[in-house]
């Protein structure tokens, strides 16, 4: 059964500072990944979504990485701020059907 | 540009109560689905339809029932309330359903079930 990873649950750093979110997973045979962002009280909005066939793809400061054969992908962002205070979701859709299966996300925190 | 709307956001039921969580969209997707958010979990799928008169059983569809007359609406039935159904509902849609198109998310709906 694929089941996805996020750690750490919760991540505080400094603005300006690069930093990089983790997603494992387990079953290497997915479809495709997508990346989240939820703001609280709020839905949750897609970021980028990465092919199977994909090493990583790119969206102004975001960029986020996929490594099949490892079951990992990274959301890397750079020159943090604020506004990039939200909980991150990554969200693989198996091989097997087309129903996304979803990690628990990084609650994350850009300190001005 | 309303997109994914859902109501209502806030809800408080008794157990054995029943109520219709409403979700409806403006962009002619065939895909909607409803998931529930848990503290420390991820989202986790209830239902899901592929268009109008076609629904299906997503990972915990115990309790709930939904049904897909239009295009645009895709409401979620609790039937009899239960203190375990407390959450956050999410009602989602997109394009297609082979998860290559991008998925467009409701506001969320809390229930509280006392």
């Known amino acids: 059964k694929q089941e996805v990873t996020q750690i750490p649950a919760a991540l505080s750093v400094p603005e300006g500072e690069n930093l990089v979110l983790n997603c494992s997973f387990t079953d290497s045979a997915i479809y495709n990944l997508q990346w989240f962002r939820q703001d609280p009280g709020k839905g949750l909005t897609s970021l980028l979504l990465?092919?199977?066939s994909q090493r990583e793809q790119t969206s102004g400061r975001l960029n986020a990485s996929l490594d099949k054969s490892s079951g990992r992908s990274t959301l890397y962002i750079a020159a943090s701020q604020p506004g990039d205070s939200a909980t991150y979701l990554c969200?693989?859709?198996?091989?097997?059907?087309?129903?996304?299966?979803w990690g628990a996300g990084t609650k994350l925190i850009i300190k001005p | 540009n309303a997109g994914v709307t859902q109501t209502p956001k806030f809800q408080v039921l008794k157990t054995g109560q029943s109520m219709t969580l409403q979700c409806a969209q403006d962009m002619n997707h065939e895909y909607m689905s409803w998931y529930r958010q848990d503290p420390g979990m991820g989202l986790r799928l209830i239902h899901y339809?592929?268009?109008?008169?076609?629904?299906d059983q997503g990972e915990v569809p115990n309790g709930y029932n939904v049904s897909r007359s239009t295009t645009e609406d895709f409401p979620l039935r609790l039937l009899s309330a239960a203190p375990s159904q407390t959450s956050v509902y999410f009602c989602?849609?997109?394009?297609?359903?082979?998860?290559?198109?991008?998925?467009?998310f409701g506001s969320g709906t809390q229930l509280s079930v006392l």
């Open positions: 990465i092919q199977s």
């Open positions: 339809s592929v268009g109008a008169g076609i629904t």
């Open positions: 989602a849609s997109s394009y297609g359903d082979r998860g290559n198109e991008k998925l467009f």
């Open positions: 969200a693989v859709t198996p091989g097997s059907n087309y129903q996304l299966i």
